[in-house]
C-alpha cells in the first residue's frame, strides 16, 4: 500500500473524544442476538426488492469478537457471486490496510452496510438501507468492537446520517451507538487515487491512537 508497517503495541489511551452522536434512524425491525437466527434471517430476507435481483446475500466475514469493524456500504459483482464482503481488488487492497495496524482479515470483521447488491453498483436508496439497518446494528450488537471504521463516502453517510462529504468527515472521531467510528477512504478509491493511500494511513492511524487498551 506504500504505507509503513505497524508493530503492535499498547493502545495510546488519549484519542480525540467523539466529535458526534452519530445515530442511525430508527429502525422497524428489531434486533436479533444470535448469530445463526441473524444469519438464517439475512439469507432469507425480503424486505426489499433487493432480494428480487441478488445472486446471494453477503452476510460478513470475519471475528465474532473482533476489536476492530470494517463496515462498507454494500456488495458489488463479485461479493454478490461469492457471498464474501471486500473480494477482488479493493479486498486485497482492503486486506494491506489491515495489515499495516497489525491484523490480519480473520481478525477482524468485514460487513457492509447492505447485505444485498444494488444493480449496476449503485448507491443504496435511503428505503434500502432503512431495510437492512437491523441486520447490521444486530451484528455491531453482537461483536461489541471497540472501534468502527467506516469504508468510503456511502457507508460513512449512512451510519453517521449525513450528507457531510467524506472529506470533511475524515480526521475526526465519530460516535455510532456509542462506539467510536473513524472515516476513511473506500479501497477502490484509492486504486484510482494512489496519492490518497497516505491519507488513509493516517486515518488508520487515528483509529488506532483512539482505542483504549484491551477488552
Known amino acids: ?17 467523539p466529535a458526534s452522536a452519530g445515530e442511525t434512524a430508527a429502525s422497524p425491525y428489531p434486533l436479533i442476538p444470535d448469530w445463526d437466527e441473524l444469519e438464517q434471517e439475512v439469507r432469507g430476507c425480503t424486505r426489499c426488492p433487493l432480494h428480487q435481483t441478488r445472486t446471494q446475500t ?18 458489488g459483482e463479485s461479493e454478490d457471486l461469492q457471498g464474501e464482503p471486500f473480494v477482488g481488488r479493493a479486498g486485497q487492497l482492503l486486506n494491506e490496510m489491515i495489515k499495516a495496524i497489525g491484523l490480519t482479515r480473520e481478525e477482524v470483521y468485514i460487513a457492509n452496510v447492505l447485505k444485498c447488491r444494488p444493480p449496476k453498483n449503485r448507491d443504496p436508496s435511503v428505503e434500502e438501507a432503512t431495510a437492512c439497518e437491523s441486520h447490521l446494528r444486530s451484528q455491531v450488537a453482537l461483536i461489541k468492537p471497540a472501534i468502527i471504521i ?7 453517510q449512512n451510519l453517521l446520517q449525513s450528507a457531510t462529504p467524506i472529506g470533511k468527515l475524515r480526521g475526526v472521531v465519530h460516535d455510532y451507538q456509542s462506539i467510536p467510528l473513524v ?17 488513509a494511513w493516517e486515518d488508520l492511524k487515528l483509529a488506532r ?7
Open 150 to 156: 467506516a469504508v468510503g463516502r456511502v457507508a460513512a
Open 209 to 215: 491512537r483512539t482505542l483504549s487498551g484491551p477488552r
Open 183 to 199: 472515516v476513511t477512504y473506500h479501497p477502490a478509491y484509492l486504486l484510482r487515487s494512489q496519492t490518497e493511500k497516505r491519507r
Open 58 to 75: 453477503v452476510f460478513g466475514v470475519g471475528n465474532w469478537n473482533a476489536r476492530w469493524l470494517f463496515i462498507g456500504e454494500a456488495p
Open 1 to 17: 500500500m506504500g504505507i509503513e508497517t505497524w508493530t503492535p503495541r499498547l493502545p495510546v489511551p488519549h484519542g480525540p473524544p
